[in-house]
């Protein structure tokens, strides 16, 4: 890959003081359905914006608002039929038309601060790989006229900000420290991100037809393709209304409705399933090449028990990486055979919160006996052709041994040998 900057880990503090030496091209999408009020005052907010005008695109994608919604010269407009709550097709449907090299995804009730669109793309206009998630703020707009700066007419209209969100993106250093389940911090209606992670994404998932979780989904697999994920609380924006989360049409029922399909979506410890069958694999387990079959079925079965959460699959299929295998993030390959008698849970850990891209487990003769390898920083560091975006590390596992010559499946398998 050329262009851009290449980060190592989550590391987006490395452009800190750094500004494109020309503005990227933007695309802001705005997604809309009969709200034509509050579209008015989100489309003067965008032309408040103090980014270049000549740098800046406009698409308003409309779920199939019963009339056509007015737009300014100079801001596209694509819709499809009423369908439903199609939001996330309605962002692929804008995106598709959009020529920008960074893409904005912003709700039609929310109006941004003139700073917003400059502040937002700012990172992924220096480093593609990195998504950003601005700071939405939220007033009672009703009534309020389209003004270029939203700043001019909020005061007095403020409504609380959810504290739970808050209080992450202040645990995370707004996301520095992130891990495998920040995906639960971002919010598509103030989202950015190059086309580079767009397309590597495939866009969002349009079987969402319900209010909620295309954000979290569509981020949970740009992070495993090499994303990193900043919050940006200088790119403000302004949200028509309270929180869905503390209004009472938004309660548990809604709420579980959205839990149990990311369960089925996003197999990572704390979303997928406790005891049910996950729907993806989370670890991907495979065989020793050459291995009989005695040795394989112990190499693999003791690697699995040891680590909760993983899957045996094919080689080739984990290639392709479909179907089940499509949000693997992580590779166990089993490069000798092997036994292995203790849980592996704290080095999974370790792995997911010191960002480390690979840990080869040696023998005593220090070859490799297992290579555990983050798929999302094999993406990262395949897309720009390096191998030192990640920390990689080889060390000694007490419980992991080499299991030499022809197993006892039955003596294994009975706990007497």
Known sequence: ?????????????????????????????????????QLARCLAGLAGQDHPADRLEVIVADDGSAVAPDVPEGVRLVRHADEGFRLAAVRNLGAAHTTGDVLVFLDADTVPEPGFVRELTRMPGLAPDVVTVGRRRHADLTGVAP?????SVVTGRELPEPAWLAEAYDRSRNLLDADDRSYRHTIGAVLACSRVVFDATGGFDESFRSYGGEDWEWTYRAWLSGALLAHVPEAVAWHDGPDAGARDDHGHATRNAEAILLAGLI?????????????????????????SEGATFVSVDSVVAAVPGSEWVDAAAL????GRLDRVRLHIEIV????????????????????????SILDEDDDVLLRIRSLRASAREGRWGREDL????????????????????????????
């Open 1 to 37: 890959m050329t262009g851009g900057i290449a980060l190592p880990g989550n590391r987006w503090d490395l452009l800190d003081g750094r500004t494109p030496d020309v503005a990227p091209s933007v695309s802001v999408v705005v997604a809309h359905y009969e709200q034509p009020e």
């Open 319 to 322: 290639v392709d990486a479909r």
């Open 147 to 151: 003004v270029a700066d939203v700043r």
């Open 390 to 417: 990640f920390p990689h590390v080889s060390e000694r596992v007490e419980g992991v041994r080499l299991l030499a010559g022809e197993p006892d499946v039955a003596a294994y398998l009975g706990g007497w040998g």
């Open 336 to 359: 000798r055979q092997v036994r292995v008698d203790r849980r592996l849970d704290d080095l999974l850990e370790r792995i997911a919160r010191d960002g480390i891209g690979t840990v």
């Open 267 to 291: 197999p990572v410890p704390r979303t997928r399933p406790r005891g049910l069958p996950s729907s993806r694999v989370d670890i991907a387990v495979t065989a020793p090449p050459g291995a």
